[in-house]
């Protein structure tokens, strides 16, 4: 019954690998996001996707792409991993369209990315 | 630049007493303000979302305010519990869709 769920939870990998992070949310939403979150706290949002279009690309590294092979889904590819890279990472999803009500996100549960 | 201060960074407050927390603002055009609550492990959950034509909203114990004018808010957590330890995140989103991020504060509640 899990909204928004991703995996996997926690991902342990050494410099220099490729790994991917899986996001599915199960709510009918039309967009999904990509949040980093820092030892700080601080959530900076990365991605989103509308209708399976990128609306939002902040400024991160082209080795960080998403990719989304339908409507529920958004995934999160990470080439060449850094030190930098470690953090938690949260998918969250929304509608756009309606009322205030509607665009609020829901968030799954994080994954925990440790570089080493 | 946009930009949401949250205010304290984090609190201890003991079993059944009240706080407030603060998140000014600095994004404009304006369209809402939302409080999450982001338990330790876990990813925010939505508390209250306002837009400025709304002063306060309710949502059980807390109670968020607004004055778009001073680009303030707080959200008041009364009779607090054990389970109202966590991070607090104000998110304000512009006319054009971007979300701004506060830093969070982060309470304890302590028996």
């Known amino acids: 019954d899990t909204a928004v769920s991703q995996t996997p939870k926690y991902l342990v990998t050494q410099m220099g690998n490729d790994k991917s992070i899986k996001c599915e949310q199960n709510?009918?939403?039309?967009?999904m996001y990509w949040y980093k979150q820092d030892s700080k706290k601080f959530l900076k949002i990365m991605f989103s996707?509308?209708?399976?279009?990128?609306?939002i690309n902040e400024t991160v590294p082209n080795r960080f792409s998403p990719k989304s092979p339908d409507k529920a889904h958004l995934n999160l590819h990470i080439n060449s991993l850094e030190l930098g890279d470690s953090a938690v990472y949260f998918c969250a999803s929304s509608r756009t369209d309606g009322g205030l009500a509607k665009n609020i996100q829901y968030f799954g549960a994080g994954t925990r990315l440790s570089v080493l | 630049k946009n930009q949401v201060e949250q205010s304290p960074q984090s609190l201890i407050i003991l079993e059944g007493k009240n706080c407030t927390l603060q998140?000014?603002?600095?994004?404009?055009?304006?369209?809402?303000l939302r409080w999450y609550k982001q338990d330790t492990g876990r990813g925010p959950v939505s508390l209250t979302i306002m837009t400025f034509s709304e002063n306060t909203k309710s949502n059980g114990r807390y109670t968020a305010t607004l004055d778009a004018d001073t680009k303030q808010s707080s959200l008041h957590i009364t009779a607090s519990q054990l389970s109202d330890s966590a991070s607090y995140i104000c998110v304000v989103r512009s006319n054009d869709y971007k979300l701004s991020f506060g830093a969070g504060t982060t309470v304890t509640v302590r028996a």
């Open positions: 709510l009918g939403h039309d967009t």
């Open positions: 998140c000014n603002y600095t994004v404009s055009p304006f369209s809402n």
């Open positions: 996707y509308n209708n399976k279009e990128l609306i």
